[in-house]
C-alpha cells in the first residue's frame, strides 16, 4: 500500500526557513517522480515543485522560484523541501505526491499525502 | 501558461440526478505524441487529500465508481456524475498537466446536494 507522510510544518515568522519532509513507503521510491502541491486555507490547489525519480531534474513555479528547494534521499525513501525567505502569502497545507503509474507524466499525481500545514506569520 | 477555468463554482444535485462540471482551459492540452487530452479530474472532500479520479480527459482511475465520467478534448471538458450519491459531495478540481515542466489547476467546484 502507497503511503505518503509529511512532517515538519508550523508556525513561522516571516523571512523565516523550514524544512518539509515526506516519507514514502509501499512502492519503487526512485522509480518516480515526486511533487508537492499546496493549498491555501479555504483556497484551491497550487503546483509548487517536481523532482524526477533520479533527483537529476527539478522544477519550480515562478512563485516559489530561488525560494524554495526541492530534494529526495534514495535511502531513506524521503522528500523534502527546503523554504527561505517564507512569505505570508507561503501559508498553506503542503501536499506530497506520487508520479501517476499509468502514464509517463511526472505531474500527474495518483496518490497524496495528508498535508503538514505550513503558518507564516509574526 | 494555461490558465484552466472551471463552472459553475458551486453546484447544488438532488441526489440520484446527473452532475456536470465543465473545465476550459486557455489553450489545447492535446498531447499530439499520443493523441491524447492530458486533462485530469479530482476530488476533494473535506479534511482529505485530492484523489485522482480521471486521466486522460475520460479514462478513470482504478477503483474509481463508474458513475464517474470525463469527456472532451482540446480546450473544453467535463466531469458527469451520472446519478449523484451522498459520498460524492466534494469539491472537484480539473488540472492539465500537458505544459511540462510545470502543471495547473481549476479553482475547483463545490457540489453539494440539493
Known amino acids: 500500500e502507497v503511503q505518503l507522510l509529511e512532517s515538519g510544518g508550523g508556525l513561522v515568522q516571516p523571512g523565516g526557513s523550514l524544512r518539509l519532509s515526506c516519507a514514502a513507503s509501499?512502492?519503487?521510491?526512485?522509480?518516480?517522480?515526486m511533487s508537492w502541491v499546496r493549498q491555501a486555507p479555504g483556497k484551491g490547489l497550487e503546483w509548487v515543485s517536481t523532482i524526477s525519480g533520479s533527483g537529476a531534474t527539478t522544477s519550480y513555479a515562478d512563485s516559489v522560484k530561488g525560494r524554495f528547494t526541492i530534494s529526495r534521499d534514495r535511502s531513506r525513501k524521503t522528500l523534502y523541501l527546503q523554504m527561505i525567505f517564507l512569505r505570508a502569502e507561503d501559508t498553506a497545507v503542503y501536499y506530497c505526491?506520487?508520479?501517476?503509474?499509468?502514464?509517463?507524466?511526472?505531474?500527474?499525481?495518483?496518490?497524496w499525502g495528508q498535508g503538514t500545514l505550513v503558518t507564516v506569520s509574526s | 501558461d494555461i490558465v484552466m477555468t472551471q463552472s459553475p463554482d458551486s453546484l447544488a444535485v438532488s441526489l440520484g440526478e446527473r452532475a456536470t462540471i465543465n473545465c476550459k482551459s486557455s489553450q489545447s492540452v492535446l498531447n499530439s505524441s499520443n493523441n491524447k487530452n492530458d486533462l485530469a479530474w479530482y476530488q476533494q472532500k473535506p479534511g482529505q487529500p485530492p484523489k485522482l479520479l480521471i486521466y486522460?480527459?475520460?479514462t478513470r482511475e482504478s477503483g474509481v465508481p463508474d458513475r464517474f465520467s470525463g469527456s472532451g478534448s482540446g480546450t473544453d471538458f467535463s466531469l458527469t456524475i451520472s446519478s449523484l450519491q451522498a459520498e460524492d459531495v466534494a469539491v472537484y478540481y480539473c488540472?492539465?498537466?500537458?505544459?511540462?515542466?510545470?502543471?495547473?489547476f481549476g479553482q475547483g467546484t463545490k457540489l453539494e446536494i440539493k
Open positions: 505526491a506520487k508520479e501517476s503509474a499509468s502514464t509517463s507524466s511526472w505531474y500527474l499525481f495518483d496518490f
Open positions: 509501499g512502492f519503487t521510491f526512485s522509480n518516480y517522480a
Open positions: 486522460w480527459a475520460s
Open positions: 488540472q492539465q498537466y500537458y505544459t511540462t515542466p510545470m502543471c495547473s
